[in-house]
């Protein structure tokens, strides 16, 4: 699978909306874009995945660049649950399964 | 549903034990997924199982790991011996289908420590 890049960490205040980042220079046309978060002590947790075409469901919306080099997840109004690792992965039908995480961005929500 | 089962939540064991950690799937998945995540390694993928049977066991460190798939609602990771490095959160997930279209399922994770 493509390497993805993410800031080591980003802070944000309650209620209001975050801009995740995720660089992938290397993405080739088959792999998805998924997104992951881990709250302390908990099991990662799915928030959305997308190929091309922005994507929003009930927690996120993830906005896809055109050259599709890099794309941003889109908390639109955090809350102090929504403090976790949140990791960008990509993923293509083929080769290895399961999920290779990076280190993924630290997202510290201030009151 | 449930969700992805996993037992024990904690483990404290004594170096050269045996240990097994044990995992139900989300009913009706077809894909079984082992990882284990340290401070220094972070996440990482042990084994997957497809529809029961071991696709991939490459990540599994060496051959004190085992793990089973006996039916589609049961796993279980073994250790025998355990050793201190294997201290870590041990984490079970399932998927409904092939990736890259559906996504995985995680458990609350095992907390093993071995002292």
């Known amino acids: 699978d493509a390497k993805t890049t993410q800031p080591n960490s980003m802070e944000s205040n309650e209620e209001e909306p975050v801009h995740l980042p995720c660089n992938h220079s290397?993405?080739?046309?088959?792999?998805?874009i998924h997104w992951y978060r881990q709250l302390p002590s908990q099991g990662p947790e799915y928030v959305i995945h997308g190929l091309t075409s922005n994507v929003n469901n009930r927690m996120a919306s993830l906005a896809i660049a055109e050259d599709r080099k890099s794309s941003t997840l889109i908390l639109h109004r955090a809350t102090l649950r929504d403090a976790a690792v949140y990791y960008c992965?990509?993923?293509?039908?083929?080769?290895?399964?399961?999920?290779?995480f990076g280190k993924g961005t630290h997202l510290i929500i201030q009151p | 549903d449930a969700g992805v089962i996993q037992s024990p939540r904690h483990e404290v064991t004594e170096m050269g034990q045996e240990v097994t950690l044990r995992c139900k799937p989300i009913s009706g998945h077809d894909y079984l997924f082992w990882y284990r995540q340290t401070m220094m390694r972070g996440l990482e993928l042990l084994i997957y199982?497809?529809?029961?049977?071991?696709?991939?066991d490459s990540g599994m460190p060496e051959d004190r790991f085992s793990a089973k798939m006996p039916n589609a609602s049961f796993s279980t990771l073994k250790i025998q011996p355990s050793e201190p490095r294997d201290s870590a959160v041990y984490f079970c997930a399932s998927r409904l289908g092939p990736s890259p279209y559906y996504e995985q399922y995680f458990g609350p994770g095992t907390r093993l420590t071995v002292t």
């Open positions: 992965i990509l993923k293509s039908g083929g080769g290895a399964d399961g999920l290779t």
């Open positions: 199982f497809n529809n029961n049977v071991p696709i991939d």
């Open positions: 290397t993405i080739s046309g088959t792999d998805y």
